[in-house]
């Protein structure tokens, strides 16, 4: 890229993290140092404000960068991950909003331990709640290796170690200095952001086309080199049996994983009542649905007029689709308009990236925190101990996801993103679900339900290609890959539902019913909740 794109791009890079930093400090000036302040922003934050910041927080480098790159280089088999990731939401709209406002009051473990034993609850939920978390992180931290590298170069490995360090590095500034009032207000900026661009973008792909979508699809099958399989089921997923189980198991993890989500939950605290948790869903869903038809405008777009060879010379998961397509939109990149074109892209997405970043570390670090470090003490800790402990916990969880995303920073995306989801719906869906809806429920189906899900879906994505075994893998040299498929969903959700049956079968405590009728008057009516 030219010096001028650098420079540009530099500039609105600074600009966005300027604007952020100052939230941030103003936040942090105007702090009671409370744990409902740093968890839950006090809860005074509007359903609109929320139903903004919750799509801001949903809609990531995986969505943006991953999903595009994966429609232009795949077409319709690309198209999963966007319709998997809206449909999830329904499941959230319906069964978990409303429930887990009421019944919890920061973080997944609450609503599970309102009935049970605090401290196995805790320490389990806390646990999944972090590795769900450090997963999802890895993504945000390769999509944003990914951008700069191509701002500074194209495959410039120092731009894309010293960019993941400084984007870890800005996450815990964020999440220890203004916790989640400075996240919200970072989230609703960036969603403004982001879906101000991908409109303007493609108005742009639909007018080079003059509003021929039959023609921007036909245009995007013929560059592709596949010709009509482009626009049909089954150039990714279609090849024999095992790509084709993949497929269903990739569409169980992005349909049943948003429930399960830390950082999703957690939002749901960020408003005064059930109600308002609800109408925030509704206007995240206005919000995500319209931006998810986008990204096949999109994708399509860049595989018609960039072309998925270029997309794939330029970084071979497909994460720079939507930044090179921008700088053919503008004029090419000897262009002015390329140029601001491109560089205006290149800084949203790292806007997007920052956003989520921040959530996502907020919701781990208050698991370390509210949940293991309280229930492993002897005692319970005192509320400003706890927040100290979290802000801990994010330079921790900070370092860690830096050095995972290093490691993987040459998968695609939304691919990483759909492993978080396959853990999230392993471990997280299947007691929050026992826990709500099922009086017999136990302690031991509890921690059973979770660990049940969460090792054999960390355990199978180790043993699986994504990690050894092809020129893909994390580790290509090596080959200790003993199950086929690439997403684990399809096994471990359904072992996280069967342990979490089998432990409360086996389980000697008998349930506590009076507890389940209250849980249940509380979840359905907000009566005596946070």
């Given amino acids: 890229m030219t010096a001028d794109h650098q420079t540009l791009a530099l500039v609105l890079f600074s600009a966005f993290v300027a604007v952020t930093l100052g939230i941030t400090t103003w ?13 839950a922003g ?16 949903y809609m990531s480098a995986a969505s943006f960068l991953g999903i595009s790159g994966l429609i232009a280089l795949f077409g319709y088999d690309g198209l999963l991950y966007s319709v998997g ?7 959230v709209l319906f069964l978990v909003a409303e429930l887990v ?8 473990a609450d609503v599970v331990a309102a009935r049970m034993s605090e401290r196995p609850v805790r320490i389990a939920a806390g646990t999944s709640s972090v590795t769900v978390s450090v997963l999802y992180l890895v993504a945000q931290m390769v999509g944003a290796g990914t951008l700069v590298a191509l701002l500074l170069g194209g495959e410039s490995e120092a731009a894309q170690t010293w960019t993941v360090i400084g984007v870890g590095a800005l996450m815990v500034v964020y999440v220890s200095l203004g916790g989640m009032r400075a996240t919200t207000w970072i989230q609703i900026v960036k969603a403004v952001l982001l879906m101000g661009g991908a409109i303007a973008l493609t108005v742009l792909v639909l007018v080079r086309f003059h509003g021929d979508f039959d023609q921007l699809l036909r245009t995007a099958a013929a560059r592709s080199g596949h010709g009509d399989a482009f626009l049909a089921p089954g150039l990714r997923y279609g090849g024999d049996w095992i790509a084709r189980v993949d497929f269903i198991s990739l569409g169980l993890a992005l349909v049943l994983g948003t429930a399960g989500l830390p950082h999703i939950l957690s939002r749901f605290y960020t408003v005064p009542t059930a109600r308002a948790a609800r109408r925030s869903v509704v206007w995240s869903i206005g919000l995500i649905g319209g931006f998810y038809l986008m990204t096949i405008v999109l994708g399509f777009g860049a595989a018609a007029i960039v072309g998925p060879e270029a997309v794939r010379g330029s970084n071979a998961a497909g994460n720079t689709a939507v930044p090179l397509l921008a700088l053919d939109l503008g004029g090419g990149a000897d262009s002015t308009g390329g140029t ?31 949940d293991l470090y309280a229930s492993l003490r002897r005692r319970r800790s005192k509320p400003h101990s706890e927040v100290a402990v979290a802000r801990t916990a994010a330079v921790g969880i900070g370092v860690v996801a830096i050095a995972l995303g290093l490691l993987a920073k040459d998968l695609n995306v939304a691919f990483l993103v759909g492993l978080a989801f396959a853990v999230a719906a392993s471990a997280n869906l299947p007691v929050l679900l026992y826990s709500l809806f099922w009086r017999g429920f136990t302690t031991r189906g509890a921690v059973w339900s979770v660990y049940g899900g969460l090792i054999p879906s960390v355990v199978l994505v180790l043993l699986s290609p994504v990690v050894s075994g092809s020129a893909d893998s994390l580790f290509p ?7 086929p498929l690439q997403n684990p969903g399809l096994v471990s959700i359904p072992l996280g539902f069967l342990a979490g049956w089998l432990g409360t079968v ?3 405590e008998p349930p506590d019913e009076a507890k389940h009728a209250e849980t249940e008057v509380r979840s359905l009516t907000g009566a005596g909740a946070v």
């Avoid at 990731?85 to 499941?91: I, P, R, S, Y």
């Avoid at 019944?103 to 997944?108: D, H, I, P, V, Y």
């Avoid at 949203?348 to 990236?353: L, R």
């Fill in 477 to 483: 040299g090596v080959d200790f890959q003993y199950f």
């Fill in 27 to 39: 936040v942090s000036r105007n702090r009671h140092g409370s744990a409902e302040e740093f968890y």
């Fill in 340 to 370: 601001v074109l491109f560089a205006i892209v290149a800084a949203i997405a790292f806007a997007t990236i920052l956003a989520v970043v921040a959530g996502i570390t907020l919701a781990s670090s208050a698991s370390v925190a509210h």
């Fill in 101 to 108: 406002r009421n019944c919890g009051r920061f973080t997944l």
């Fill in 85 to 91: 990731f809206l449909v999830a939401w329904l499941v």
């Fill in 506 to 508: 086996t389980s000697a």
């Fill in 42 to 57: 006090g809860r005074l934050f509007s359903p609109m404000e929320n139903g903004f910041a919750i799509a801001g927080d």
